[in-house]
């Protein structure tokens, strides 16, 4: 039986959508081709008509988080002008629930540690959808008025990504909390955007 390209993009997503999900959780050691094809509802054979290798897989899931983040981004701004819609970002990516979602959080925070050990294309791919959402935020800050938004953007997702690690990896929930809160307070205090959230 034949499908329709549709049918293999559509399918290809599918598998991808489960591969981000695991890498996330679980790392990208730690995933099987099986496990993901079977969680897929597919079929482990059927993993050769979309990848060549676990490698491929990898780094083309690496691309659907970042479009999953930046699918993120776009809906915490839709209908804000640019410092509530920062603002509005800022309070989403240090909430409870970004924190406790590991497996659909950003992938960011979720894989930086094991980045050495990737393949050049799946590093070379998370270079570029960290420049993607660093560009989208500098837009923002541009329109309003920061001069450096680039340079700002970069310490404004290393102290985002830093604050749900750290917020993560503590195990007292009064402390962790803390961490978001503070962290939330501080970057919106340090870009102006205080009054605006």
Known sequence: MRYAAE??????TKVLQVAAKAIRADGP???????????????????????????????????????????????????????????????????????????SGCPMAAMASDLPRLSEASRSQFADGTRSLVTALGDMLTALGHGDAI??????????????????????????????????RLIKQRLGLETSA
């Open 29 to 103: 050691d730690r995933i099987g081709v099986a496990a993901v094809m079977a969680e897929a509802g597919l079929t482990h054979g059927g993993f050769y008509a979309h990848f060549r290798s676990k490698d491929e897989l990898v780094t083309a899931a690496i691309e659907q988080m970042f479009h999953e983040a930046r699918a993120r981004l776009q809906h915490e701004t839709k209908g804000r002008g640019p410092a509530e819609g920062l603002a509005a970002y800022v309070d989403f990516y240090l909430s409870k629930k970004h924190r406790d979602a590991r497996a």
């Open 151 to 184: 340079a700002e953007v970069r310490s404004m997702m290393a102290e985002l990504v830093g604050a749900l690690s750290l917020a993560r990896i503590e195990p007292d929930a009064k402390r962790s909390n803390a961490i978001l809160a503070d962290s939330r």
């Open 7 to 12: 049918h293999k993009q559509n399918t290809r």
